[in-house]
């Protein structure tokens, strides 16, 4: 009797079902943290462009009223309300001129002139008074006058008249010259009179006799161009 022997095919374990994962994204990942770059923004040029254009205006502007003027008076500013210095420049006749301005910009119209003498009010801040008129006291009294008005104790710091300063303490000298129409009875009651009249003109301060002579000829030219 034979024997049959079975064979059975040998068992194999399937292969793993598991699948290894690959971190896409650490957990912990060691990288140098993104600083975000930041642009210049122009705005900030801008704003020079535009503060440089301001000034270059306020110096043009300084210029401008520069021309013709008889005096330029520096009034402190300091402590005006908003309503006072729109009331003060009211007060003003339109000859008379009044602007705020830093005392650099007005250094700078100034330099090389003879209004350059004012560079010792370049102080604290100012007014600035320009005065397109011959008549000095008649545009220095609207300003004594807003004074006592409104109890203001804000003075001039200074001023310039042909070419010379005159500081807070010199400014009788200003208010007191003598008119246009004062100048040409002066000079017509000098000439009609005796010879002693006409040595006491000229033993008066040189530049009162100056304003004299320089009325005297402006009369003269006026009455030649009238014929």
Request: charged share 25%; proline share 9%.
């Amino acid at each position: 009797m034979e024997t049959t022997l079975l064979s059975f095919p040998s068992y194999k374990p399937p292969p793993s079902q598991t699948q290894t994962l690959k971190p896409t994204t650490p957990f912990f990942q060691s990288s140098k943290p993104k600083i975000p770059s930041f642009k210049p923004s122009p705005f900030p040029s801008i704003r020079a462009a535009i503060s440089r254009n301001k000034k270059e205006e306020t110096v043009e502007t300084v210029k401008t009223q520069l021309e013709n003027c008889y005096l330029l008076a520096a009034i402190k500013y300091t402590g005006f309300t908003v309503k006072q210095f729109q009331d003060l420049r009211r007060s003003f006749p339109e000859s008379s001129k009044l602007l705020v301005a830093k005392n650099t910009l007005v250094l700078k119209a100034i330099e090389g002139t003879p209004w350059d003498a004012l560079k010792p009010c370049m102080k604290g801040m100012n007014a600035w008074l320009f005065v397109h008129s011959e008549e000095i006291p008649d545009a220095i009294k609207p300003y004594r006058a807003f004074q006592k008005e409104k109890k203001v104790e804000n003075d001039f710091t200074g001023a310039v008249f042909e070419g010379k300063f005159y500081g807070p303490g010199d400014f009788k000298q200003l208010e007191s010259m003598p008119t246009r129409a004062e100048i040409y009875a002066k000079l017509l009651g000098s000439l009609q009179s005796p010879a002693i009249g006409l040595v006491g003109t000229l033993q008066a301060p040189a530049r009162d006799v100056v304003m004299v002579l320089k009325a005297y000829v402006k009369k003269l030219e006026e009455e030649s161009g009238g014929q």
